[in-house]
C-alpha cells in the first residue's frame, strides 16, 4: 500500500471517530439542555409524596406509591450515571483514535499539522486534508469539554438526604461515643418485633453503621473482599455499594482473624464500625487498610496503616476529630534483633482530607480492641484511649498528657465520659472512674463480673456495666458504690444504649435479637422485652421512633409499635 492510500485509510478511520464522537457528544449535550443529570435528584412529585407521608405517616398505600416511584426514580438515576460515565469513555476512546491517525498521516507526509502546504504529488489531497484536521480539532475541543462535564464530580451528593429520617450518628456510640440518644423508641409489651424493612447486606461484617442524613453506611468484608455498603434509612434500599481495592502495601495473604463458629462472636473482616463526618465515610478493615469514600461513593483516598498482628483479629474502630481521623492500632509486641520485647502499637491521627499523617504516636501497649474517645478537659480536648495496662490521654500536638495504670488482660470496652467523669472497665480489672482534666483515679470497684466487650453505659448518676454472659450491674456514679446486680441470661456483644426521648430509659440488645429495657434508678425496674428473632453483634443507631439495626447478614429497621403504646 501507497503512502497516500495508506494516508486515506487513516482519515476515513479519523472521520469515523469523529462521527462516533458527534453523535456522543450530541446526546449528552442534550440530556444537559434537559437537565437530565439532576431531575431525579429534584423530583417535585416525589418531594410533595414525602411531604404528604410526613404529614399523615399511616397512609399505607401512599407509602408504598412513594417507595415504588423512589425506586424507579434511583434505577433511571444510577442507569444514566453508568451511561454518562460510558459516553465519557467513548470520547476518550475516539480521542486516542482520532489524534493517532491525525498524526500517522502527518508523519507520512513529513508535515505538522497547519504548516503550509508546497506542490508536490499530495499537493490537492494535502489542501483537503489541513482543512478536514482543523474541523477535527475543533470537534476534539468540544468533545473533550463536554467529557470533562461529566468527568467532574458532582457539586452535590447524587443521594438527597429526606429530611423526615434526618439522623445523625457519626461513629460507634453516636456522635460522642457516650451511647446517649435523644430518642423516642419504645419496645412493644412483650411479643415479636416485626421490622419495617430488611435488607441483606452484600458481605458479611459486624460492625455499627453509622448515619448522615436519611443514609446508613457500612462496611461488610470477607477475606478477599471489601465493599462500603450506603443505604436508605427510611426504606432500606442499598442506593450503592463499592468494592475497596487492597492498597499495594497490604499483605497478599489476609490476616487471620478469630472466625464466627456460630456459638460465639468471632471477630471477622469487617468488625470495626465505620465513622463519618460532614463529607466522607471511612471504613477500616482487617488487613489493615482504611478508606474515605465521599457520599456519592467515590474512593477519594486509600491507605494501609499497619499489617495486624493480634490472636483476635482487628476490631478498633475509626473516629472523627474535628478534621483529623484516628485509629488506635494497638499491636501484638514483637521482639528486637537481641530476643527483647518491642511495642509495634502505633496511634494515627491522619488529616480528613488526603489521608495523610498529622501525628503517628509509638504507643508502650500490647493488642487492645478499644476504640479512642474524645473528651473535653477545662479548656481543651483531649483524645482518650485504653489498653494493658494504661489509659493514657493525648492533646491536638500529639503529646501525652496523662496516663493512668489500671487495665488487665485484653482490653476491648471502649471508654466513656459523661459529666466530668470517665469510665473505664475490663474484665479481671474493674471499673474506674477517672478525672479526665488530672488524670487521678476517682474511685474504682475490683469486685465482682465485669465486661470483656461491652462498653459501659453512664449518666451523672449511674455506672452500668454488662457482661458477655448478660451480668448487668448499677453502680453509683459518684461514689462507684453497687447499687444493684440483675443476671439477664442473655450472649451480649452489642453495647447499651440510653434513651432520653420522653421517659429515659436503657436498651439493651442480646446476641439473639432479645431487647430489654429498663428504667435508670436505684434498683432494677424492667420496662418491656421483645425478640427480634435474629443475631445480633452490633450496637444499634436509634432515631426518633426508629431503630437501625445489624444482624448478621441484614440491615433492619424496627419502629415503635404505637405513640400510644409508648411507655
Same mark, same amino acid.
Not at 487513516?10 to 462516533?20: F, G, N, S
Not at 470520547?91 to 491525525?102: E, M, N, Q, R, T
Not at 465486661?451 to 448487668?472: H, R
Not at 432494677?524 to 448478621?552: C, H, K, Q, S
Given at each position: 500500500?501507497?503512502?497516500?492510500?495508506?494516508?486515506?485509510?487513516?482519515?476515513?478511520?479519523? @472521520?469515523?471517530?469523529?462521527?462516533?464522537?458527534?453523535?456522543?457528544?450530541?446526546?449528552?449535550?442534550?440530556?444537559?439542555?434537559?437537565?437530565?443529570?439532576?431531575?431525579?435528584?429534584?423530583?417535585?412529585?416525589?418531594?410533595?409524596?414525602?411531604?404528604?407521608?410526613?404529614?399523615?405517616?399511616?397512609?399505607?398505600?401512599?407509602?408504598?406509591?412513594?417507595?415504588?416511584?423512589?425506586?424507579?426514580?434511583?434505577?433511571?438515576?444510577?442507569?444514566?450515571?453508568?451511561?454518562?460515565?460510558?459516553?465519557?469513555?467513548?470520547?476518550?476512546?475516539?480521542?486516542?483514535?482520532?489524534?493517532?491517525?491525525?498524526?500517522?498521516?502527518?508523519?507520512?507526509?513529513?508535515?505538522?499539522?497547519?504548516?503550509?502546504?508546497?506542490?508536490?504529488?499530495?499537493?490537492?489531497?494535502?489542501?483537503?486534508?489541513?482543512?478536514?484536521?482543523?474541523?477535527?480539532?475543533?470537534?476534539?475541543?468540544?468533545?473533550?469539554?463536554?467529557?470533562?462535564?461529566?468527568?467532574?464530580?458532582?457539586?452535590?451528593?447524587?443521594?438527597?438526604?429526606?429530611?423526615?429520617?434526618?439522623?445523625?450518628?457519626?461513629?460507634?456510640?453516636?456522635?460522642?461515643?457516650?451511647?446517649?440518644?435523644?430518642?423516642?423508641?419504645?419496645?412493644?409489651?412483650?411479643?415479636?418485633? @416485626?421490622?419495617?424493612?430488611?435488607?441483606?447486606?452484600?458481605?458479611?461484617?459486624?460492625?455499627?453503621?453509622?448515619?448522615?442524613?436519611?443514609?446508613?453506611?457500612?462496611?461488610?468484608?470477607?477475606?478477599?473482599?471489601?465493599?462500603?455498603?450506603?443505604?436508605?434509612?427510611?426504606?432500606?434500599?442499598?442506593?450503592?455499594?463499592?468494592?475497596?481495592?487492597?492498597?499495594?502495601?497490604?499483605?497478599?495473604?489476609?490476616?487471620?482473624?478469630?472466625?464466627?463458629?456460630?456459638?460465639?462472636?468471632?471477630?471477622?473482616?469487617?468488625?470495626?464500625?465505620? @465513622?463519618?463526618?460532614?463529607?466522607?465515610?471511612?471504613?477500616?478493615?482487617?488487613?489493615?487498610?482504611?478508606?474515605?469514600?465521599?457520599?456519592?461513593?467515590?474512593?477519594?483516598?486509600?491507605?494501609?496503616?499497619?499489617?495486624?498482628?493480634?490472636?483476635?483479629?482487628?476490631?478498633?474502630?475509626?473516629?472523627?476529630?474535628?478534621?483529623?481521623?484516628?485509629?488506635?492500632?494497638?499491636?501484638?509486641?514483637?521482639?528486637?534483633?537481641?530476643?527483647?520485647?518491642?511495642?509495634?502499637?502505633?496511634?494515627?491521627?491522619?488529616?480528613?482530607?488526603?489521608?495523610?499523617?498529622?501525628?503517628?504516636?509509638?504507643?508502650?501497649?500490647?493488642?487492645?480492641?478499644?476504640?479512642?474517645?474524645?473528651?473535653?478537659?477545662?479548656?481543651?480536648?483531649?483524645?482518650?484511649?485504653?489498653?494493658?495496662?494504661?489509659?493514657?490521654?493525648?492533646?491536638?500536638?500529639?503529646?501525652?498528657?496523662?496516663?493512668?495504670?489500671?487495665? #488487665?488482660?485484653?482490653?476491648?470496652?471502649?471508654? #466513656?465520659?459523661?459529666?466530668?467523669?470517665?469510665?473505664?472497665?475490663?474484665?479481671?480489672?474493674?471499673?474506674?472512674?477517672?478525672?479526665?482534666?488530672?488524670?487521678?483515679?476517682?474511685?474504682?470497684?475490683?469486685?465482682?463480673?465485669?465486661?470483656?466487650?461491652?462498653?459501659?453505659?453512664?449518666?451523672?448518676?449511674?455506672?452500668? #456495666?454488662?457482661?458477655?454472659?448478660?451480668?448487668?450491674?448499677?453502680?453509683?456514679?459518684?461514689?462507684?458504690?453497687?447499687?444493684?446486680?440483675?443476671?439477664?441470661?442473655?450472649?451480649?456483644?452489642?453495647?447499651?444504649?440510653?434513651?432520653?426521648?420522653?421517659?429515659?430509659?436503657?436498651?439493651?440488645?442480646?446476641?439473639?435479637?432479645?431487647?430489654?429495657?429498663?428504667?435508670?434508678?436505684?434498683?432494677?425496674?424492667?420496662?418491656?422485652?421483645?425478640?427480634?428473632?435474629?443475631?445480633?453483634?452490633?450496637?444499634?443507631?436509634?432515631?426518633?421512633?426508629?431503630?437501625?439495626?445489624?444482624?448478621?447478614?441484614?440491615?433492619?429497621?424496627?419502629?415503635?409499635?404505637?405513640?400510644?403504646?409508648?411507655?
Amino acid at each position: 500500500m501507497n503512502n497516500r492510500a495508506l494516508c486515506k485509510a487513516l482519515m476515513a478511520t479519523a @472521520a469515523v471517530a469523529v462521527i462516533v464522537m458527534a453523535l456522543t457528544a450530541g446526546v449528552m449535550l442534550r440530556r444537559v439542555s434537559r437537565g437530565q443529570t439532576t431531575a431525579i435528584l429534584e423530583d417535585a412529585p416525589l418531594a410533595a409524596m414525602r411531604q404528604q407521608l410526613a404529614e399523615d405517616p399511616d397512609d399505607v398505600v401512599l407509602r408504598r406509591e412513594l417507595r415504588a416511584r423512589d425506586h424507579a426514580r434511583m434505577r433511571e438515576h444510577f442507569s444514566d450515571i453508568a451511561l454518562s460515565r460510558l459516553g465519557t469513555w467513548v470520547l476518550l476512546g475516539g480521542a486516542v483514535v482520532l489524534i493517532g491517525s491525525l498524526l500517522s498521516v502527518s508523519a507520512l507526509e513529513g508535515q505538522r499539522f497547519f504548516r503550509p502546504v508546497r506542490e508536490g504529488d499530495f499537493a490537492t489531497f494535502s489542501r483537503r486534508q489541513s482543512r478536514v484536521q482543523g474541523a477535527m480539532v475543533a470537534l476534539l475541543a468540544v468533545c473533550a469539554a463536554v467529557g470533562g462535564y461529566y468527568a467532574m464530580p458532582a457539586e452535590k451528593p447524587l443521594v438527597a438526604p429526606v429530611p423526615k429520617f434526618a439522623l445523625d450518628s457519626k461513629r460507634f456510640r453516636g456522635n460522642d461515643g457516650s451511647g446517649h440518644v435523644a430518642a423516642t423508641f419504645t419496645l412493644p409489651d412483650s411479643g415479636q418485633l @416485626a421490622p419495617t424493612w430488611s435488607t441483606r447486606l452484600p458481605l458479611p461484617g459486624k460492625g455499627s453503621a453509622v448515619a448522615v442524613g436519611d443514609r446508613l453506611f457500612v462496611s461488610a468484608a470477607t477475606a478477599s473482599s471489601r465493599k462500603i455498603v450506603c443505604m436508605a434509612a427510611s426504606t432500606g434500599r442499598i442506593y450503592w455499594d463499592i468494592a475497596i481495592p487492597a492498597s499495594p502495601e497490604a499483605p497478599d495473604e489476609h490476616p487471620e482473624v478469630l472466625k464466627d463458629d456460630g456459638e460465639e462472636a468471632g471477630t471477622g473482616y469487617a468488625a470495626a464500625s465505620m @465513622a463519618a463526618d460532614g463529607e466522607r465515610v471511612y471504613a477500616l478493615f482487617a488487613n489493615g487498610d482504611l478508606a474515605a469514600v465521599n457520599f456519592d461513593g467515590r474512593v477519594l483516598w486509600s491507605r494501609h496503616l499497619l499489617t495486624p498482628k493480634n490472636q483476635y483479629g482487628l476490631a478498633t474502630s475509626p473516629i472523627v476529630w474535628g478534621d483529623r481521623v484516628v485509629v488506635q492500632f494497638d499491636q501484638t509486641p514483637g521482639e528486637d534483633d537481641e530476643g527483647n520485647e518491642k511495642h509495634q502499637s502505633k496511634l494515627f491521627i491522619l488529616d480528613a482530607k488526603t489521608g495523610g499523617n498529622v501525628h503517628v504516636i509509638s504507643r508502650d501497649v500490647p493488642d487492645s480492641w478499644t476504640t479512642p474517645l474524645v473528651v473535653s478537659a477545662g479548656e481543651r480536648e483531649l483524645l482518650v484511649t485504653s489498653a494493658l495496662p494504661w489509659v493514657i490521654a493525648y492533646d491536638r500536638d500529639g503529646n501525652e498528657a496523662w496516663r493512668v495504670e489500671c487495665m #488487665t488482660g485484653d482490653v476491648a470496652p471502649s471508654p #466513656t465520659c459523661v459529666a466530668g467523669r470517665l469510665f473505664v472497665t475490663m474484665e479481671g480489672a474493674g471499673l474506674f472512674a477517672i478525672d479526665p482534666v488530672k488524670g487521678e483515679v476517682l474511685w474504682e470497684h475490683t469486685d465482682g463480673d465485669f465486661p470483656d466487650i461491652v462498653s459501659p453505659l453512664a449518666t451523672k448518676e449511674y455506672v452500668w #456495666t454488662l457482661t458477655t454472659s448478660g451480668v448487668l450491674r448499677c453502680f453509683d456514679a459518684a461514689s462507684g458504690k453497687e447499687l444493684w446486680k440483675q443476671p439477664l441470661a442473655k450472649r451480649c456483644y452489642a453495647s447499651p444504649m440510653l434513651l432520653t426521648g420522653g421517659t429515659t430509659r436503657v436498651l439493651i440488645v442480646s446476641a439473639d435479637g432479645e431487647m430489654l429495657s429498663f428504667a435508670p434508678g436505684e434498683t432494677f425496674v424492667p420496662l418491656a422485652e421483645a425478640n427480634l428473632g435474629e443475631t445480633v453483634y452490633a450496637t444499634p443507631l436509634v432515631v426518633g421512633d426508629t431503630m437501625l439495626i445489624r444482624g448478621r447478614r441484614k440491615m433492619m429497621r424496627v419502629d415503635s409499635p404505637s405513640k400510644e403504646g409508648a411507655k
